[in-house]
């Protein structure tokens, strides 16, 4: 079962430059988010989207972008790069039909901006 | 809004040792509860939940039971190993279901 998938594992970046984090579950899941991690902070939610097709902004939302067009991927998108977004970043699904159904994640994306 | 509340860490305990990792919350209505924990170098995985008030949720020898009356949620372990050195997180869910709200983490070192 592979679960949560992210790539890549490890990226450094250099200012201004954009890139995409990909993530995939298999799980056929509705819910899905990307967080970031940051020392002291916990983790916070960037964006989030209840199902293909539809997305919506969390806590951090800037100089993110998100789309949903399968339920199977949800790639974040980085359009210019800033020292900020050094980071550890991770993908999330949930399963809708219940209120108590747990988050699975992937294994991170460690962001380094220089 | 949603918001939870984690004791600060870091935390370090000798092996045997009790453990409380206190978490409070503030919520509408009464969602479910969550503690997650993530050991060094992986993504968080859940460890236990709870869905009701007083229920209790147990997995690896920790323990949290749903206090309504105080909001409360705290992570217990009897006697701590090395293994359970790692970075715990409590979480809910918000109204809608749609996101988890994350408290910040605390830090567990356990030394032999």
């Known amino acids: 079962n592979a679960g949560v998938t992210q790539t890549p594992k490890f990226q450094v970046l250099k200012t201004g430059q954009s890139m995409t984090l990909q993530c995939a579950q298999d799980m056929n899941h509705e819910y899905m988010s990307w967080y970031r991690q940051d020392p002291g902070m916990g983790l916070r939610l960037i964006h989030y989207?209840?199902?293909?097709?539809?997305?919506d902004q969390g806590e951090v939302p800037n100089g993110y972008n998100v789309s949903r067009s399968t339920t199977e991927d949800f790639p974040l998108r980085l359009l210019s790069a800033a020292p900020s977004q050094t980071s550890v970043y991770f993908c999330?699904?949930?399963?809708?039909?219940?209120?108590?159904?747990?988050?699975?994640f992937g294994q991170g994306t460690r962001l380094t901006v220089v | 809004g949603d918001s939870v509340t984690q004791m600060e860490g870091p935390v370090t305990l000798s092996e045997e040792a009790f453990l409380t990792i206190n978490c409070t919350y503030t919520a509408t209505g009464y969602p479910s509860l969550f503690w997650y924990v993530q050991y060094p170098g992986e993504g968080l995985q859940l460890l236990l939940k709870a869905t009701k008030a007083d229920d209790k949720g147990s997995n690896k020898g920790f323990e949290a039971t749903y206090r309504k009356e105080t909001t409360s949620f705290h992570l217990e372990k009897g006697s701590v190993q090395v293994s359970d050195s790692a970075v715990y997180f409590c979480?809910?869910?918000?109204?809608?279901?749609?996101?988890?709200?994350f408290g910040t983490g605390t830090r567990l070192t356990i030394i032999p």
């Open positions: 999330a699904s949930r399963a809708q039909r219940r209120v108590n159904t747990e988050a699975f």
């Open positions: 979480a809910l869910p918000n109204f809608g279901n749609e996101k988890l709200t």
């Open positions: 989207s209840v199902g293909a097709g539809i997305t």
